[in-house]
């Protein structure tokens, strides 16, 4: 796959963006400068890849605004090794931050033919990541549990096989809400304790059950 010095230099203004944007995590800043947006859209989009906009993936999905990517990917707070469970893999493009962010990466994905095409993609960029077709409210309890939890669409609850997939100490990040939702973070203090934080409006495409 191409990426020419004209897309590293829109990625370039695109971190720019983020930084004025708010994102100060530089672990963050310096993983999404290494994951190619453009390689994660239709040619149509190539000209405006770097845009701070979701766009669509097919499968009614889209990829996140990276204003989003980088926003969740600093609330994560990922240390080097921390196995991570990413619920929506989508085009795989959060994935893939996740991945060079030294995350040990689980993720699922509710559409078949998303998830073929992004598990091919991956497996070609040797992008390393264990994904899975299923359930995103089920998670993956056969793996858990997790250091870190990253959910991708808009849950109207937080379901709670994903609070129970989270070791003690462990951090969920999840966009709670049907047609806005509520940017939460929640750290699990103990095994029946969780802290919970509400970070302000965002826009996500729904997270639906029973699909599989």
């Known amino acids: 796959m191409i990426d020419s010095y004209r897309h590293k230099g829109m990625r370039k203004n695109m971190l720019e963006l983020l930084r004025k944007k708010g994102i100060q995590d ?34 009614e999905q889209t990829i996140s605004q990276p204003y989003t990517v980088a926003k969740q990917s600093e609330l994560l707070q990922i240390k080097k090794g921390d196995k991570v469970l990413e619920i929506g893999t989508g085009c795989g493009y959060q994935t893939s931050i996740l991945f060079f962010l030294g995350a040990k990466v ?17 497996d070609e960029l040797r992008f390393r990541a264990h994904l899975k077709y299923g359930d995103g409210y089920k998670g993956l309890p056969a793996f858990g549990p997790f250091d870190k939890i990253i959910v991708t669409a808009g849950a109207p609850l937080i379901a709670k096989p994903l609070l129970q997939q ?25 095994e029946t304790s969780f802290n919970k934080q509400e970070l302000g409006e965002c826009a996500f495409v729904p997270m639906l059950e029973d699909k599989v």
């Open 26 to 59: 530089e672990q963050v800043l310096e993983a999404m400068d290494k994951v190619p947006r453009h390689w994660f859209l239709d040619d149509a989009f190539l000209e405006i890849a770097y845009e701070d906009k979701a766009f669509p993936i097919g499968c």
């Open 106 to 122: 689980y993720s699922i994905e509710r559409q078949k033919a998303l998830h073929n095409k992004t598990k091919k993609m991956l």
């Open 166 to 190: 989270l070791k003690i100490g462990g951090r969920l990040v999840i966009p709670v809400g049907t047609e806005k939702q509520i940017m939460t973070v929640i750290d699990r203090v103990s």
